[in-house]
């Protein structure tokens, strides 16, 4: 079953630190393209973060560079995403969402096919 489950969202202050787990089915953590996204209401649904398995890089936009992490767990078909000095526009859901095949057009939400049921990040100042 495919399934991704993200978990650790809530509340901090400005300039707080949180991490954020997606524990991932065994077929959709072995994907070329695993991401982190993020939304909130009435908006797009904006990139945070990607990694590409086969060439193990990592990318991210440039509002979080710096401040977010994003890591995995092979053992654990976890994917992390730890983020630092916060502020209140990082404030959203959080999605973990995941390719099979790795897409060049890795910012566009579109050309996911997996995603998970999206955790909250409320930073207050």
């Known amino acids: 079953q495919v399934q991704l489950v993200e978990s650790g969202g809530g509340l901090v202050q400005a300039g707080g630190s949180l991490s954020l787990s997606c524990v991932a089915s065994?077929?959709?953590?072995?994907?070329?393209?695993l991401a982190w996204f993020r939304q909130v209401p009435g908006k797009d649904r904006e990139f945070v973060a990607a990694y590409r398995r086969p060439m193990r890089r990592t990318y991210y936009t440039d509002s979080v560079k710096g401040r977010f992490t994003m890591s995995r767990d092979d053992a654990k078909k976890t994917l992390y995403l730890r983020m630092n000095s916060l502020k209140t526009d990082d404030t959203a859901v959080y999605f973990c969402?995941?390719?099979?095949?790795?897409?060049?057009?890795?910012?566009?939400?579109?050309?996911?096919?997996?995603w998970g049921q999206g955790t909250q990040v409320t930073v207050y100042s």
């Open positions: 065994e077929e959709v953590f072995s994907s070329d393209a």
């Open positions: 969402a995941a390719r099979g095949i790795w897409n060049v057009d890795y910012g566009s939400p579109r050309h996911y096919n997996y």
